[in-house]
């Protein structure tokens, strides 16, 4: 297989997964279409980038965690698609995950052995996310290339693609205001390096992950009472620290919290 076919069969992978995504569907007009962002809503992109961030760490934590190594026994090996597969159930979120693996040929492989090179991720998360601070129904599609898997092998490099959806009710950036949004967002990841060693505090050394969102901004949590839309493209460049920057639209700055979780304005 060629990279070129691999390249294709990953973004037709991602299509499907999103037409089966939880909370995906057909966006409704919005009253006041393409807001221009001010620093009130930018605080509410940089909120929501948090909770999608979230989704992707759980896919990076789980590649990551079986990559160099047989698959867990918790995961089914299903011979006839070459691959092991598993549904994983954490509080309201329900994870479908299938893992491959190719050799150096770019051969699928019935499973890992010592010939692996690349570990292929690929994950539908939906369900309902409830903490401190929001309330969201969820609905994730990702697919995670994974290199630097071999024994002898000391940094993990990672390209992603994931699409998700939020019908989400949080706190505004300030704590003062509650907000809804119905959010759609594509993400590219690309080149993100990590050590395979010290994983407690082991944060991107580079590469970048690029989102691209459409939002509705809600009267009410339903998708129907829109006030406005937002578009935004969102960049996040990995510096080998716990809080890379992050950039909305050229103009809006933050810094992702890797410890908390959170987005902070700078």
């Not at 597969?85 to 979120?93: E, P, Q």
């Not at 369900?127 to 969201?136: F, I, K, V, Y």
């Not at 060693?197 to 690029?210: C, E, F, I, M, Q």
Request: proline residues 4%.
């Amino acid at each position: 297989m060629t990279p070129r076919t691999y390249r294709s069969l990953f973004a037709v992978t991602l299509l499907a997964l999103a037409l089966a995504a939880g909370g995906c569907g057909k966006s409704t007009s919005p009253t006041n279409p393409n807001t221009t962002l001010d620093q009130t809503s930018a605080d509410d992109i940089a909120v929501q980038t948090g909770v999608a961030l979230g989704q992707l760490g759980l896919d990076v934590a789980g590649a990551t965690g079986v990559a160099g190594s047989p698959a867990p026994t918790r995961l089914r090996f299903t011979p006839a698609r070459a691959m092991w597969d598993t549904t994983i159930v954490v509080g309201g979120l329900t994870a479908t995950v299938s893992l491959e693996y190719f050799d150096a040929q770019d051969r699928l492989l019935p499973g890992y052995d010592t010939t692996a090179v690349r570990l292929v991720w690929t994950s539908h998360i939906y369900g309902s996310l409830t903490t401190e601070r929001d309330t969201a129904s969820v609905g994730h599609a990702g697919s995670l290339d994974l290199r630097g898997i071999r024994p002898a092998d000391t940094l993990f490099t990672i390209n992603a693609a994931t699409l998700d959806t939020l019908l989400h009710k949080f706190r505004s950036y300030d704590g003062t205001r509650t907000r809804y949004f119905y959010w759609n967002s594509s993400m590219t990841g690309t080149d993100v390096v990590m050590r395979r060693t010290g994983l407690a505090d082991n944060w991107p050394l580079s590469g970048t992950l690029t989102f691209v969102v459409r939002a509705d901004r809600l009267r009410t949590y339903s998708r129907g009472d829109v006030e406005a839309h937002l578009n935004a493209t969102v960049v996040v460049t990995f510096d080998g620290t716990s809080h890379p920057p992050v950039v909305i639209n050229g103009t809006w700055h933050y810094e992702w919290d890797m410890v908390n979780g959170s987005m902070v304005r700078v």
